[in-house]
């Protein structure tokens, strides 16, 4: 083990220095970096420039790292100062409504630092029970110099939930997207963190390294890769070639808690995982992007090492090499991402992944795709965003005859939340006027659930060569399931640094299937704060 991560490291190492290497020769006029966590309530907020046929920008590739000379900075910093009164005002004014707890800003290094409350409570109708949340966090961020920047955060965490997340919960043993479930005193008990640092050269390259989460698309959704399931450490590569093409690299360190294990190692088995990004802009209405990945075991079954070989780390994309090899149950997936602009501030968007893992399945392919369209300023009403969106993926896409090599990240998907064989219709409206932000949400789709020990297809973490039917194929097989499911919320910002907020929320869900009709009904208010998303429309 201590040689197969001597050579990793060693090799790891020599594609560094070529990085490197281009960095330093590059020049080093770039300004300094503002990571932005990736949050849809705040970056739809963005869609007039980021959808505008006036501008080039890589939209797809989220974070975003927003520099001085970015065309994004001035919205952004105008969403930062929203409604910030330039008037003099007591300290403890300053430090509730309009600054960072913490801040420090010179030539030389930027700093802050925010607690970040989330306290919720509610009431969840259908079975006369509260609900709560209790949340502390921090974030603190900054910057050296021009070339350096870190991120962290972390949030300790109680709740109590409504029926169908407890559900989950019970099932996955994970808070949705976040991490552990740490039974407490009868209340669910969790805790997790970001951290990154980034160091970038110039202006056409980052490199950063932490424990995140990274999203590929223009949608609500992405089928390529998204944010739904809990952070992983990863590396971090991605250089602008020009003004029209941005390539990634990304190397993750991934776990799974179901796969078998073995005495030699301790805690849950770990995979790695593979992924390259490469996003053309073909003038400044169209782009398209070609993506690949690849998740390998660690070690096997009785805990011989996989090993890693240099293709994992081939900086090239589509390398022929790249694929399963040697008798290793290596899965690789290859996408693309494409959207248009069909008029200013609206745009039209796609995704495909093709799924290139071993099954044994009698569906013909494995196979997801996405389509939907999106904008600003609906209607001609000023900052009213709006976007709809159909996802699809074919029974055990995502899947492998070797569970380990799922594409999953602690048992919970790393493309859409529903896993596979399903059909998704949503749409997604906000409008923000002054302080007040109101959204609402439907989503409606149809998959098929396992019936008795048959594996039909929608759980992604099961073998694919074992309990599959005799016959289909078809997506929507299995036990005929319909999820609707609406949300509204209504919220009063207080501070745009860290997003803290008063709001008011309803949801409503309905699970059906001919053995079950689980039904939700609940409203919340809470004190909210952060960039994040906490998906809840499963």
Known sequence: MKQVYLNLVKKTGMVLLVYLFVA????????????????????QKLNTDVYSTQTRLHTSLKPYLIGDSSSLRPIYDSLMQTHVDKKGRSWVYRELFQQHLIEDRTKKYTFYADFLPDLLIGREFTDKKNVSLNTRGYQISGTIGANFFFYTSGYENQGKFANYETAYIDKVGMIPGQAYNRSFLGNTDWSYSTALIGFTPNKNISIVLGEDKTFIGDGYRSV??????????????????????????????????????????????????????VDWNINNRA???????????????????????INYINPILFASSLGPGGGAPDHTLVGFNGKYKVLDKTTVYSQILFDQGTST????????????????????????????????????????????????ELSEPLAHPYGA???????????TLGKFDFQGQIN????????????????????????LPVTGGSTGQGLATTLKYAEGTVAYLINPKYNLRIEIGGLLRQ?????????????????RSSFRNLYHDF
């Not at 690849?294 to 890693?308: P, R, S, T, Y």
């Open 24 to 43: 330093l020769t590059a020049g080093r006029s770039y300004a300094q970096l503002i990571y932005q966590p990736y949050s849809y309530q705040f970056y």
């Open 224 to 277: 390529l890769l998204s944010d739904y399931a809990s952070n992983y450490p990863l590396l971090r590569l991605t250089f602008n070639l020009g003004k029209n093409v941005q390539y990634m690299a990304m190397w993750a360190y991934m776990e799974d808690q179901n796969a078998k294990q073995f005495n030699s190692f301790t805690n849950n088995r770990r995979k790695w995982g593979a992924f390259h990004y």
């Open 287 to 309: 782009s398209i992007g070609f993506f690949n990945a690849l998740i390998a075991e660690e070690a096997n079954d009785v805990g011989k090492l996989h090993g890693f070989d």
């Open 361 to 408: 399945a009698s569906s013909n392919s494995k196979t997801a795709w996405q389509l939907g369209f999106r904008g600003s300023d609906l209607f001609k009403i000023s900052r009213f965003n709006y976007l709809f969106e159909y996802n699809t993926a074919a029974p055990y896409t995502y899947s492998s005859q070797s569970p380990i090599v799922n594409y999953a």
């Open 421 to 431: 064989n399903f059909r998704e219709c949503l749409g997604i409206l906000n409008y």
């Open 444 to 467: 409606y789709a149809k998959y098929g659930l396992n019936s008795a020990t048959i594996n039909y297809g929608k759980d992604i973490t099961l073998a694919n060569n074992v309990n």
């Open 511 to 527: 699970e059906k299937n001919s053995q079950t009709d689980l039904k939700t009904s609940m409203i919340t208010l809470g004190l």
